[in-house]
């Protein structure tokens, strides 16, 4: 990898890893709905000049219903259930759950797409939802001040971008990068329009917060979802999604330092299983012989 693209992909992690950190400082005053909303309408506004220029609005008029779905699944709801989910649970718990993403796109390609795992990337599979079991066992509480439903909420978000890639992979093949990115977003901000107007807070916001949804919105969302697709162009896909296993370290270290949350040993060894699941799910790494040629198991 060049010095220019490994600093574009280090770059990306670190800006995915502080919308965790910027997610807690705005819901803690906007609230879940209204900081999913206000991020994606702004995002929406930085992004829309660019595409623009480019040349491919039309890409985002045919293609409008996809990119609301997509939008939905890849930003609206993700981005509120984190929001709700920072509110109980540290950043760092919510980042390494973000981390399983790639393990629900394999599972979601196996059960929609028909993509079915070899034997090394099903006990990647099996390895990493163990992971995540370890993890959230001792997290599932649904009494009264439990954490149980901020871990839900976060496994729900993953969720919807395993459905959000496949959905993509499905529908929006061939569409241009900026323009499903800004679909995505003006998509989002539609479907988000109702909830943020209903749960806007009732006091005015300070300033803290305020940056907070402008940095979600122009660093972690506009800028780095031009790195991303930047990263693929430049390094291919397969690689660009690796960018997956640094966002917890940088998740991690911002909450240590910015927020004073505590990181446990069991969430480090939790987050190795799941990592390394995440490299047999994703083919990084094998386990046994590869897949004979003609073997009808497809790769994910």
Same mark, same amino acid.
């Given at each position: ?38 991020? !994606? ?44 989910? !920072? ?9 390494? @759950?973000?981390?399983?993403?790639? @393990? ?44 149980? =439903? ?59 917060? =305020?940056?907070?949804?402008?940095? @979600? ?58 990592? !390394? ?9 094998? =386990? ?13």
């Amino acid at each position: 990898m060049k010095s220019s693209v490994a600093a574009e992909f280090v770059l990306l992690a670190a800006l995915w890893g502080a919308s965790f950190m910027f997610m807690r400082l705005g819901a803690a005053e906007f609230g879940a709905w209204a900081t999913a909303g206000g991020r !994606v309408a702004l995002a929406s506004l930085v992004l829309l000049p660019l595409l623009w220029r480019s040349g491919h609005i039309g890409a985002l008029r045919r293609h409008a219903g996809h990119l609301f779905i997509s939008g939905m699944l890849s930003s609206g709801l993700p981005f509120a259930l984190y929001s709700y989910a !920072v509110l109980s649970i540290t950043t760092g718990l919510s980042s390494i @759950l973000n981390a399983t993403t790639p @393990l629900f796109g394999a599972l979601v390609a196996w059960l929609w797409l028909k993509d079915r795992p070899d034997r090394s990337r099903l006990l990647g599979l099996a390895l990493g939802f163990a992971g995540v079991a370890l993890l959230s066992w001792e997290k599932a509480s649904f009494k009264p001040g439990g954490t149980g =439903w901020a871990v839900l909420a976060c496994l729900a978000a993953t969720l919807c971008y395993g459905l959000a890639a496949n959905h993509a992979k499905r529908f929006l093949g061939g569409v241009p990068p900026l323009a499903n990115a800004t679909g995505s977003q003006i998509g989002a901000s539609v479907g988000l329009a109702v909830p943020t107007i209903v749960y806007w807070p009732e006091q005015p916001p300070g300033a803290t917060a =305020w940056l907070a949804i402008v940095a @979600l919105a122009v660093l972690c969302s506009a800028v780095a979802y031009i790195l991303y697709f930047r990263l693929i162009a430049k390094a291919g896909p397969s690689k660009a999604v690796t960018v997956t296993f640094m966002i917890p370290l940088f998740a991690i270290l911002y909450g240590t330092v910015f927020l004073g949350e505590a990181l446990t040993g069991w969430m480090v060894v939790c987050g190795g299983v799941i990592l !390394v699941g995440i490299a047999l799910a994703t083919g990084l790494l094998r =386990w046994g012989k590869p897949t004979p040629p003609g073997s009808n198991v497809n790769n994910l």
